[in-house]
């Protein structure tokens, strides 16, 4: 049985085409380069995870803020010999010491880490809806000691922040809520909340959704998935044109996009 994830149904929403190169005929292309953006979020995220583990092994494990920035110096250095910058305004140090900012400005708002207990890091949810199975990863699992509120962390290092609307109806977080309490019956009659860690802002933004909300994110699913299937049955997946394909990383094999260049490209000598 197919399990699904929401990257794999984000895929298939942007390009149906798309979703058939990556997981049908499992086609894998050569990036042509990490991006640094990419390199210090990741950065970032291993120097949280390595915290909040050692606090979930033992709460009374002293974290300084010299220790957090080591670890993040230490993903740091074991960067790709593939990276590179796209703005060429900034400097590979430019960057680097934006994430120490973001850690430091993290550490001081939320020390001594002791107003939630973690229950678990980067941990795999699995969520049965209809009998399609989904699954993610949830970066950081916790119990709210002031009002026992599950907390579902997702840490973020985007430049910019969605609107709240998006965010509320943001179907990853809505899994894993769904997953949490199939997961964790203990807690049954707690309420869950969406934490989003806008880690550059040092900012974050809380959600709760009801039960409608969430059997209306079931809903939406199925019928993805539905769709999904139908297509894979028929193995009818047309292409889906449009701006995302220029960072398509299938764009040099799709005649869709191909074509498209072509016709832009008579289309501007005709103008000239």
């Known amino acids: 049985m197919t399990i699904y994830s929401h990257s794999r149904l984000s895929t298939f929403e942007k390009c149906p085409l798309s979703y058939k190169y990556k997981y049908l005929d499992k086609i894998k292309l050569e990036a042509p380069f990490t991006g ?20 979930k092994r033992n709460p009374y494990d002293k974290i ?15 960067r790709p010999s593939d990276l590179k910058i796209v703005n060429e305004e900034l400097t590979e140090n430019d960057y680097f010491l934006q994430g ?3 850690l430091t400005d993290y550490y001081q708002t939320h020390h001594p880490f002791d107003k939630e207990e973690t229950l678990s890091v980067e941990e795999r949810i699995d969520v049965n ?16 000691k002031t009002n026992g509120n599950l907390e579902i962390h997702d840490y973020k290092t985007a430049k910019t922040i969605p609107d709240e609307s998006y965010l509320k109806n943001d179907r990853q977080l809505s899994l894993y809520q769904i997953g949490v309490r199939k997961k964790y019956p203990q807690y049954e009659g707690r309420d869950v909340e969406v934490i989003y860690n806008y880690l550059k802002h040092n ?8 039960e409608t909300e969430i059997n209306d994110v079931k809903k939406e699913i199925v019928g993805l998935i539905q769709t999904i299937e139908l297509a894979a049955w028929e193995n009818n997946f047309h292409p889906r044109v449009g701006k ?29």
């Open 36 to 55: 640094i953006e990419a390199h210090m979020g990741a950065s970032v995220h291993a120097a949280l995870e390595d915290l909040y583990r050692r606090r």
């Open 64 to 78: 300084t803020l010299v220790g957090l920035l080591d670890k993040y110096e230490t993903a740091w250095e074991n």
């Open 100 to 102: 120490k900012r973001i």
């Open 129 to 144: 809806i209809e009998g399609f199975k989904v699954m993610g990863f949830i970066d950081r699992l916790a119990l709210n």
């Open 203 to 210: 900012k974050e933004i809380r959600f709760k959704k009801t």
């Open 244 to 272: 995302l394909c220029n960072w398509c990383e299938f764009s040099m094999i799709c005649t869709a996009f191909q074509e498209r260049d072509e016709k832009q490209g008579i289309a501007e000598k005709i103008k000239e």
